[in-house]
């Protein structure tokens, strides 16, 4: 197995260290700047440095669960950016097409997903299907070799930048909800796609209304079975969840040796720590980040994610948006200005609770596959989607 030392030196070749005053950028806010993560990405995919656990053929070194840990845990060291807007390429829709792509879609598409040519969004969620998310109505009729895509999407994060995105559609309305849907690539260029880009509230432009009006994309990128994309579906939210617990790409700003993250080290460098109150909030909250980025590990350990992901998600949006909420205190009233350290990160915190399935969401699913609780009444789980009653207004 692959030692630290090893790692380190394989790395200083192609990598800056960390400065130790860097500081953490999260989920692209703010920034939409793509070649920092597109240089870095470029630099280490020959040695599979960025998906150490995918096929060397195709940007990755073949790495097992714990060398994967050695190598991330090493990567802190060094000067890694956000790598927000190839994320859903590296760590859902990769995973995705290992686990369900067929020998040739994994060799046309893994490799410029690894090495950053080419970015990928996720296109689940529509007006009347977010965290029901099988009741979505998004429509893919087979025409010969092809098939013909209507519908809307919403909330597509990345839809912008992307070549690809990975679109969830129903092909059979006529069967109970989850066994109509079907999982495809398209090319986000395609005559017929229109991405309309929406405006977050810490400002960002990052998601998109997609509109789909007589689309095609040939059946070669369908992922999966005609009535299997749930499954599919199932698998990159799983490996969503786990890398929302992790702080990949743009790091916590330690350094080799270093325990203590980035943010602490900013709020004791302005004296805030002095105040045993403030001590013992950090301290909370470092905690939980610690908890969200083992529970992650254990849930990329297992390749294929389990509920531990979603225990990861709900620690790490509780760290993040606690940390958020206490640089803003610790600037008093100065901390109410918009353009004030801090702000964009604030701003971003709520959508934490959000993206990739609620606070609620997760709860559900811990409570039910984890302590086997009753599950929810799920009226329509039987009856063909085409006659059950969807969404509150129809
Ligand atoms: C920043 C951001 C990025 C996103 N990126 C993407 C993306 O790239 N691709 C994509 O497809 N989607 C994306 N989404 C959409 C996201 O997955 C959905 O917003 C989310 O699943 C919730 O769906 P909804 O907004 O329709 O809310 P609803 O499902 O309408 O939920 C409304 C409220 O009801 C609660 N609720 C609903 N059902 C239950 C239940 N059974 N039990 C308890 N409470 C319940 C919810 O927790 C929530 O509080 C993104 C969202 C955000 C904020």
């Known amino acids: 197995m692959i030692t630290e030392d090893e790692v380190r030196n394989a790395l200083a070749q192609i990598l800056q260290p960390r400065r130790a005053d860097e500081r953490m950028t999260t989920m692209g806010a703010g920034s939409d700047d793509l070649e920092p993560a597109r240089r870095y990405l470029a630099s280490t995919v020959e040695g599979g440095w960025a998906v150490p656990s995918w096929p060397r053929p195709f940007g990755g070194r073949d790495a097992e669960p714990a060398e994967v840990q050695t190598i991330n845990r090493v990567l802190r060291e060094f000067a890694v950016p956000d790598l927000y807007a190839y994320m859903i390429g590296l760590g859902m829709c990769g995973p995705a097409l290992l686990a369900h792509g067929t020998e040739e879609q994994q060799r046309i598409w893994l490799r410029p997903i690894a090495s950053g040519a080419e970015i990928w969004c996720q296109m689940f969620s529509e007006p009347e299907a977010g965290s029901d998310l099988a009741n979505l109505a998004l429509r893919a009729e087979r025409d010969g070799d092809e098939w013909i895509l209507d519908g809307q999407k919403v909330w597509t994060s990345r839809a912008v930048w992307a070549k690809w995105g990975l679109l969830l559609a129903r092909t059979d309305p006529e069967v109970p909800k989850h066994a109509g849907l079907t999982m495809f690539a398209i090319d986000m260029f395609a005559p017929g796609v229109e991405v309309r880009p929406l405006v977050q509230m810490n400002g960002d432009g990052h998601f998109s209304e997609v509109f789909l009006t007589g689309a095609r994309t040939p059946?070669?990128?369908?992922?999966?079975?005609?009535?299997?994309?749930?499954?599919?579906?199932?698998?990159?939210?799983?490996?969503?969840?786990?890398?929302?617990?992790?702080?990949?790409?743009?790091?916590?700003?330690?350094?080799?040796?270093?325990?203590?993250?980035?943010?602490?080290?900013?709020?004791?460098?302005?004296?805030?720590?002095?105040?045993?109150?403030?001590?013992?909030?950090?301290?909370?909250?470092?905690?939980?980040?610690?908890?969200?980025?083992?529970?992650?590990?254990?849930?990329?350990a297992a390749r294929q994610p389990g509920p531990a992901g979603s225990g990861a998600k709900i620690h790490k949006t509780v760290s993040f948006q606690g940390r958020t909420q206490l640089v803003k205190d610790s600037y008093g009233a100065e901390g109410m200005l918009a353009d004030h350290d801090g702000h964009v990160e604030f701003m971003t915190g709520p959508s934490m609770s959000i993206r990739g399935g609620t606070d609620e969401i997760q709860r559900n699913i811990l409570g039910e596959r984890v302590l086997g609780l009753p599950s929810e009444p799920r009226v329509d789980r039987d009856v063909p989607w085409s006659t059950a009653r969807k969404g509150e207004f129809r």
């Not at 004296?271 to 908890?291: F, I, N, P, S």
């Open 219 to 300: 059946d070669a990128w369908r992922i999966g079975d005609v009535g299997a994309g749930w499954k599919v579906a199932m698998t990159v939210l799983a490996h969503e969840r786990a890398s929302a617990g992790t702080n990949r790409g743009g790091g916590d700003g330690g350094g080799k040796g270093a325990r203590t993250p980035g943010w602490i080290r900013d709020l004791a460098g302005r004296g805030v720590l002095t105040e045993a109150a403030a001590r013992q909030r950090a301290m909370k909250l470092h905690a939980r980040d610690a908890a969200a980025g083992w529970q992650a590990e254990r849930a990329s």
